[in-house]
């Protein structure tokens, strides 16, 4: 369970908007029509209970919308990716700003009791229900909290009755019947504060003071969904009992299902399962939330912590107001996007700039909760350079409502937009269940009308022609009325001198440096069009059962195709060239460090900036680096594009930029990466534990700061030039391409090179890794809150070369997750997410570990390390038992079996399918595998590897542990 606060919060701090609030979509509308002269909708119930009734916008057909006479709203649609599978979301209109001051955090807590217990499902009972029919907790099995919604998430393996059953079974025992007993309420109470304690970070922090600063007067900041240690340490089940019954009503609930089923026979289950559900006693109102005042005078605000990212960002509220989705405002919107976007395009391409003193920028809008519209120009600065981040700021967003737009501009804009449909379009039959499930429920609040793709690429061209650099100016220019005075804020490491005093004088002397108009630039042409005469193919082989074409070309370049129609019009392309991290020595680690960084140094005749302008409305992606064994990358292209993708990754490998600018950005970002190294427990496990278990290799270890910033393309260059000249080159080809087209592509680039090795070389020397030979305790220190702390305990394992023996090791760590969820998180309550996995290398010969964590308090570290080597003793001494093995078996078979039917399954085999040919038999007999290890298998495995004395124990706690 996932209580969405910390998606929001994740949200503001990455270069987007601040508020994780849905707003219309952002499509082409139709600027002639104000108002619909004649109904193109249905005009039912559902219809307008759904909001759509009244709209001149055409809502989908495909999908079966409802309402119940108790209110209760439903949407289903037919839909087959993937194949024989169903998504289950019920939306409850309720979440944390309805909460007293007592309740602050029982409306998450109440989500985390639909899974503890209810009239026909025993407490503890749920989880395991669903994994027996193949559905894993967290995976499969979830629900999140937000500030005014609570969501419940089934995604079904199958779409048998018995399991379509099950779900809406158990959705409506979450709608009306739990039980919210007060033994189970106090056994859930740890259970949460560990999920807290796990979220208190530097950068939750960061948002509270955020939220406070900008909407002050509202409940916004006071209302987190995780709440107050105080109430969900002392709060009486009466109490989550009151939200209960206030607002888990029908007429705030809202049903949605799409997959691989009969609507009208699912819309029978529903209104048989649903129509008798009537609320208990009064309903709850809608809470009042506040609002801000608009006309505050300008403000500042600063956030100091030595791990939280330099960020800037300049921010304007109105008043919210209440319009229908009509296709006049869908045009209007799409322009006030266009100019968005285009000043997002600016900041961008100064972030590029060698002296450039931000890393990354943005320009975005908000609504808040129908009471503000918001404006946000943010970026995350280079150290002690916010000063001159804010200037820009606010100088370009000035720019942009003095001077407007270039045409340029424009077109690059409706260029990508323009594809961006083209592709929804082509894939209208494959789109994903789980995305069309979730933009359902968002339509659910009414602000839009859900339309197919084909709507909203016809709405967008019967527009676009009217979108010239004069009107995006204009529209961009009228929307920016009307915004009250700025409010700026800088977070940064170190405290600013001068305070927020300070950053309101930046402010201003930045509105007296006046803006020159934009310098209308004209893109050029992608110079690497011709790599020589096209490749002969000299070997073509078949490999039936897994329909994969392999073809190597005269020049040795190596090529596997498996055409799909999994997604209709997408093509994933892998390249690998022999050589990667394997270069790097233990005398030299950061040898080939830069190489994961190829694609910011862009090509010899086009910056990154130039590419962005030249391949805009192309499905195209510079995407260039570094793997352990190999240069390169994947990327997700068109079949239309696939043959550009294929040049613009070649032209990487035979004319990379190496330019100063991609080099400054690089010592601009690790500062500030490195920062949070030790923020959490987390983080400094992240950091050192590689190192540790590689017994100390310093190819497995985090290089220090300063040496990756005296790093530099000459230095890599003489590095990865005899890779980039001779190395083996395996390419491979998954999705929905017909295979001439591929192979011509391949040929007229890669196979145009001049001759190359024909193997990888196996570098055996590299590929030794000796896992740590000193087992003792270790105990790292990070810098946040006193009581965060994490365990693991590591046992050496093997590689994954025997694929039976890798299979039975991945079901054995599913077991002691299991375990460990029933004993540290169930029983204890001491932690909220304990874990268990394998990582088996197939790149290191014999290398590999078996693992299990846990987040949990500095006082349960004793407590949770016993439980841990106590379940490794279990699964020595003993077989496991049938039921367990069931349990931990099914969801893995369901998602074995699902991942079939996926392009990125597949390319981990098809990128190889030549130079590893072997492990294609892992595709072929690894569901086998699982299904037919027993109960002795496991304890055999357990005997071999959970063995106390080799096992090797990672703490992390805070410096400021035990004082």
């Not at 950068?203 to 509270?208: C, D, F, M, Y």
């Not at 991942?899 to 569901?927: C, F, H, K, M, P």
């Amino acid at each position: 369970m996932t209580s969405s606060f910390v998606r929001r919060a994740s949200t503001a701090l990455s270069p987007l908007v601040l508020l994780a609030v849905i707003a219309a979509p952002a499509y082409a509308r139709d600027a002639s029509t104000t108002t619909a002269t004649a109904a193109v909708n249905p005009q039912s119930e559902a219809a307008r209970a759904w909001n759509f009734a009244a709209s001149d916008v055409p809502v989908d057909s495909n999908i079966v919308f409802g309402v119940l006479p108790n209110g209760m709203k439903y949407a289903l649609l037919q839909n087959s990716t993937p194949k024989d599978s169903v998504v289950l979301r019920m939306r409850f209109d309720v979440g944390s700003f309805a909460e007293a001051d007592d309740q602050r955090g029982l409306a998450h807590f109440l989500e985390h009791m639909a899974f503890n217990g209810s009239t026909n499902v025993p407490e503890g009972e749920m989880i395991k229900l669903l994994e027996r029919k193949g559905l894993a907790f967290g995976a499969d099995t979830n629900a999140s909290t937000g500030f005014d919604e609570t969501i419940y998430k089934l995604d079904l393996p199958n779409a048998s009755d018995d399991l379509i059953d099950t779900g809406l079974m158990l959705m409506r025992e979450t709608a009306s019947e739990l039980t919210i007993d007060p033994a189970a309420v106090d056994r859930e109470r740890g259970i949460i504060l560990s999920e807290r304690r796990a979220r208190d970070t530097y950068q939750l922090r960061n948002v509270i003071d955020q939220l406070d600063f900008q909407m002050q007067g509202m409940t916004v900041a006071n209302r987190l969904p995780i709440g107050t240690e105080e109430v969900i340490r002392t709060a009486p089940a009466a109490r989550l009992r009151d939200l209960y019954d206030r607002y888990y009503r029908p007429e705030r609930a809202t049903l949605v299902m799409v997959g691989d089923f009969d609507p009208a026979a699912v819309e029978a289950k529903i209104k048989a399962r649903f129509a008798d559900w009537k609320g208990r006693g009064a309903a709850g109102a809608d809470p009042d939330i506040g609002t801000v005042d608009f006309n505050r005078a300008a403000a500042a605000d600063d956030f100091i912590d030595p791990a939280i990212q330099d960020m800037v960002t300049v921010s304007a509220l109105k008043p919210w107001q209440e319009e229908a989705d009509t296709k006049a405002k869908r045009a209007r919107t799409l322009a006030e996007d266009i100019g968005d976007a285009i000043v997002s395009r600016r900041l961008a391409k100064l972030a590029l700039d060698e002296d450039s003193p931000i890393l990354s920028a943005y320009f975005g809008k908000a609504t808040g909760w129908k009471i503000f519209e918001q404006v946000t120009a943010g970026a995350v600065a280079k150290e002690g350079a916010w000063t001159e981040a804010l200037a820009l700021l606010e100088q370009e967003q000035r720019r942009a409502i003095e001077h407007g737009f270039t045409q340029a501009e424009v077109d690059e804009q409706l260029a990508t937009r323009r594809t961006a449909l083209r592709n929804a379009v082509a894939g209208v039959a494959t789109r994903r269940s789980e995305a069309l499930a979730d933009a359902l429920v968002n339509a659910a609040k009414g602000d839009f009308v859900f339309v197919r793709p084909e709507t909203s690429q016809a709405l967008f061209e019967a527009v676009a022609p009217s979108l010239d650099a004069a009107t995006v100016s204009a529209v961009f220019r009228k929307r920016m009325e009307g915004f009250s005075a700025p409010l700026a804020r800088v977070s940064a490491k170190k405290p600013i001198e001068g305070g927020t005093d300070a950053i309101l004088a930046a402010l201003r002397a930045s509105t007296e440096v006046a803006v020159a108009p934009p310098a209308e630039a004209a893109n050029a042409a992608f110079a690497y069009d011709n790599f020589g005469t096209p490749g002969t193919i000299i070997a073509d082989d078949r490999i039936e059962d897994l329909g994969i074409r392999r073809v190597r070309f005269a020049n040795n370049v190596m090529l596997n195709i498996k055409k799909t129609d999994f997604q209709k019009d997408r093509v994933m392309l892998s390249l690998r060239v022999d050589g990667g991290n394997l270069l790097a020595t233990r005398d030299d680690p950061t040898k080939v460090s830069l190489a994961g960084s190829l694609m910011l140094g862009g090509l010899q005749a086009h910056s990154l900036d130039d590419l962005r302008s030249i391949l805009a409305g192309r499905t195209v992606s510079p995407s260039f680096g570094n793997m352990t064994d190999a240069f390169g990358g994947t990327a997700l292209t068109s079949p239309e594009d696939f043959a550009l993708q294929a040049k613009l990754m070649a032209a990487y490998l035979t004319h990379p930029g190496f330019r100063p600018d991609g080099l400054a950005l690089i010592r601009r970002v690790l500062p500030q990466q490195y920062a949070a190294n030790d923020a959490t427990p987390a983080a400094v496990i992240g950091r050192d534990a590689g190192g540790i278990l590689a017994n100390d290799d310093p190819r497995a270890q985090t290089p220090p700061l300063a040496k990756l910033l005296t790093l530099d393309w000459e230095q890599l260059k003489p590095a990865i030039a005899d890779s980039f000249a001779n190395g083996a080159i395996e390419i491979g080809v998954v999705g929905d391409i017909d295979e001439q087209a591929a192979i011509d592509a391949i040929a007229a680039t890669f196979g145009a090179l001049p001759e190359r090795r024909a193997a990888f070389d196996p570098r055996a020397d590299a590929r030794i890794r000796e896992y740590a030979r000193d087992r003792s305790e270790r105990t790292l220190i990070h810098k946040g809150p006193a009581e965060q702390a994490e365990l693991r305990v590591y046992w050496p394992a093997r590689d994954d070369s025997d694929l039976a023996e890798a299979m039975r090791l991945n079901l054995l760590v599913r077991v002691m997750q299991l375990k460990l969820t029933e004993e540290l998180r169930e029983r204890l309550g001491e932690s909220y997410s304990p874990g268990a996995a394998a990582s088996l290398s197939d790149e290191f010969p014999g290398y590999g570990h078996l693992f299990a964590a846990s987040n949990i308090d500095y006082k349960d570290l004793a407590t949770t390390r016993a439980a841990i080597f106590a379940i490794a003793r279990e699964l020595r001494d003993a077989p496991v038992d049938a039921d367990l093995l069931d349990r931990a078996r099914r969801p893995l078979v369901e998602a074995m079996t699902k991942s079939r039917r996926e392009n990125t399954y597949w390319l981990n085999y098809v990128a190889e399918a030549t130079s590893q040919a072997d492990r294609l038999d892992r595709s072929r007999n690894g569901i086998a595998e699982v299904e037919a290890a027993t109960p002795a298998d496991l304890q055999t495995l357990a005997r071999r590897y959970l063995v106390d004395d080799k096992a090797l124990v990672i703490k992390a706690v805070s410096d400021k542990a035990g004082k």
